[in-house]
């Protein structure tokens, strides 16, 4: 059975756990895809560009669009709002895309109430929090605040793994990679139940 609605790959995991390595290992071979940027409050870090990793706005720029209605899903991490805009989500699996989210556990349970059927989602993670806090504080791109703030909430998002479709522990980056392109291939297949229902009721007609 053929489809072409598009589907949805989630990426959660601690920050420091490896998903924009992984993604930029696997883009290449994975066919038609959309990365959805996030919007959010934070402030832009060197090295990034506005529109490409994030979309930068103000909190009360945020705020607005929440009351606008403008997020799939939206959520307050670490002190900063990331959110994530309809209108190129949908045009993309119009498209028949596989759209890729980088959101965090919260934002999982959104788009998993919203777009069920068609999701597919991973947690990727270090293989110890041992090894996360070594990736935090050798990349030297936050305060030890921020760098305690991401440890401990990493260890409330290890233990809601089991909302997920799939646990890749990201120790060796070749492996890690080989896991993930078979995942994102594997969710292009899943077929959403409107049409798995249409398919049965065709089936059945033998007049």
């Known amino acids: 059975m053929n489809h072409n609605t598009g589907a949805i790959l989630v990426l959660s995991g601690p920050s420091g756990a ?15 895809c959309y990365f959805s940027i996030s919007t959010t409050t934070r402030k832009i870090r060197k090295g990034e560009t506005d529109g490409v990793d994030y979309h930068f706005v103000t909190v009360e720029e945020f705020k607005a669009d929440i009351e606008e209605d403008y997020f799939l899903e939206y959520a307050n991490v670490h002190g900063n709002y990331y959110g994530t805009s309809i209108k190129p989500v949908k045009k993309a699996l119009k498209e028949g895309k596989l759209v890729i989210f980088d959101i965090d556990v919260q934002g999982n349970d959104e788009i998993r109430n919203r777009l069920h059927d068609i999701t597919t989602s991973v947690f990727i993670t270090p293989p110890t929090l041992r090894e996360l806090k070594y990736r935090l504080e050798a990349r030297k791109t936050d305060t030890q605040d921020v760098i305690d703030g991401r440890i401990e909430m990493a260890k409330k998002e290890i233990q809601r793994i089991c909302e997920y479709d799939y646990l890749i522990v990201n120790d060796d980056l070749s492996q890690a990679a080989t896991l993930l392109r078979a995942i994102a291939q594997a969710a292009r297949l899943k077929i959403p139940s409107h049409d798995i229902n249409e398919f049965t009721i065709k089936w059945e007609d033998i007049d």
């Open 18 to 32: 490896g998903k924009s390595t992984l993604l930029k290992e696997i883009m290449p071979d994975i066919g038609a």
